[in-house]
């Protein structure tokens, strides 16, 4: 499960539960004429984080 937070202007928390581990993982998203992504999830995590970034 992952949700999109925006908490500031052009500034996105995309946070990813696991509920196999019971952890959340925080990613960002800036946006901005060269968007920035910031990733510091596991690496298998990452088309999901992708695809719900896609949507802004």
Request: charged share 20%; net charge negative.
């Amino acid at each position: 499960m992952t949700n999109i937070t925006e908490i500031a202007p052009d500034i996105y928390r995309i946070s990813t539960y696991d509920p196999k581990i019971d952890m959340q993982f925080i990613q960002f998203l800036v946006k901005d004429e060269e968007p920035l992504l910031f990733h510091t999830g596991l690496k298998g995590m990452f088309p999901l984080v992708h695809d719900a970034v896609a949507l802004y």
